[in-house]
Antibody, heavy 115, light 107 residues
Framework: QVQLVESGGGLVKPGGSLRLSCAAS????????MSWIRQAPGKGLEWVSC????????YYADSVKGRFTISRDNAKNSLYLQINSLSADDTAVYYC????????WGQGTLVTVSS | DIQMTQSPSSLSASVGDRVTVTCRAS??????LAWYQQKPGKAPKRLIY???SLQSGVPSRFSGSGSGTEFTLTISSLQPEDFATYYC?????????FGQGTKVEIK
């Protein structure tokens, strides 16, 4: 079955950076677009970014364009999100999802931005 | 960007009730809409895709309808395990956008 496991979250100071990872298993990773979605504490879901399976076509939400970089390593069945210039507004649980229609979700990793 | 307006933002209902949640898109999105259920502290789970197709393993009391700009999620007979927050997602264009969520609470 599809399994997505995020890691890399934690406490980071404003202005700092973080790299999130998502390990995928149970499907042919390179055949699928992959997404990042986030959820601030007590708030709704916000789509962040999506990357194609092979040619690295990439899409971003306007709110993160220029600060977030999505990437993938198909040899390692892994998805990444590099987050720079963090602010308190980036505090959220970050989920990875399979496809840009998000048919499967990981359990999420919490990023807390605080001094 | 396409805006998704979900209503109501919350509702109270009893076990056995029929419940309807609505999502309205700011422009036509054909049938490119999914519905998700999220329970506290858990990741969302997809219930419906392509506006009306039931995800495998999801109980048949859940159904979706609509196309263009108006969509509904219906729970035909609310069960205790259905108390959760529900979100719609348009996947017609980028950036993808979610509705703001509907919290279904116990009356």
């Amino acid at each position: 079955q599809v399994q997505l496991v995020e890691s890399g979250g934690g406490l980071v100071k404003p202005g700092g950076s973080l790299r999130l990872s998502c390990a995928a298993s149970g499907f042919t990773f390179s055949d699928h677009y992959m997404s990042w979605i986030r959820q601030a504490p007590g708030k709704g879901l916000e789509w962040v970014s999506c990357i194609s399976g092979r040619d690295s076509t990439i899409y971003y939400a306007d709110s993160v364009k220029g600060r977030f970089t999505i990437s993938r390593d198909n040899a390692k069945n892994s998805l990444y999100l590099q987050i720079n210039s963090l602010s308190a507004d980036d505090t959220a649980v970050y989920y990875c999802g399979r496809s840009c229609t998000v048919d499967s979700w990981g359990q999420g990793t919490l990023v807390t931005v605080s001094s | 960007d396409i805006q998704m307006t979900q209503s109501p933002s919350s509702l109270s209902a009893s076990v056995g009730d029929r419940v309807t949640v609505t999502c309205r898109a700011s422009q036509g999105i054909r049938s490119d809409l999914a519905w998700y259920q999220q329970k506290p502290g858990k990741a969302p789970k997809r219930l419906i895709y392509a506006a009306s197709s039931l995800q495998s393993g999801v109980p048949s009391r859940f159904s979706g309808s609509g196309s263009g700009t108006e969509f509904t999620l219906t729970i035909s007979s609310l069960q205790p395990e259905d108390f959760a927050t529900y979100y719609c997602l348009q996947h017609n264009s980028f950036p993808r956008t979610f509705g703001q969520g509907t919290k279904v609470e116990i009356k």
